[in-house]
């Protein structure tokens, strides 16, 4: 079994900046892309960043320029910096991986999520 574990969510004023962190743990981890979603009151969960193990990444427009994701291969976590922060990024942020791993001695994929991070922005 593959579990993700986010830590970094809090309340910051609007301009502030705040940092998530996502660490995977299992057997074998071989992880694949991991990105970050989140989900604001009464709105579906949307894609916000993305990064693969190359290092290529994606953002939504809505973050572009303020967000930044990366990963940490040797540790099994991905990271994601939000600077400028605004009151519209108040969300629930979850981490996802996907990739590999033993489970017992059979070689699995998995489709992992975190229990979610609270991020409140006041204005």
């Known amino acids: 079994q593959v579990r993700l574990v986010e830590s970094g969510g809090g309340l910051v004023q609007a301009g502030g900046s705040l940092r998530l962190s996502c660490t995977a743990s299992g057997s074998g981890l071989s992880i694949a892309a991991m990105a970050w979603h989140r989900q604001a009151p009464g709105k579906q969960r949307e894609l916000v960043a993305s990064?693969?193990?190359?290092?290529?990444?994606y953002y939504s427009d809505s973050v572009r320029g303020r967000f930044t994701i990366s990963r940490d291969d040797a540790k099994n976590t991905v990271s994601l910096q939000r600077n400028s922060l605004k009151p519209e990024d108040t969300a629930v942020y979850y981490c996802?991986?996907?990739?590999?791993?033993?489970?017992?001695?059979?070689?699995?994929?998995?489709?992992?999520w975190g229990q979610g991070a609270q991020v409140a922005v006041s204005s």
């Open positions: 990064i693969t193990p190359g290092g290529n990444t």
């Open positions: 996802n991986g996907r990739g590999t791993h033993y489970s017992g001695k059979a070689l699995s994929s998995f489709d992992s």
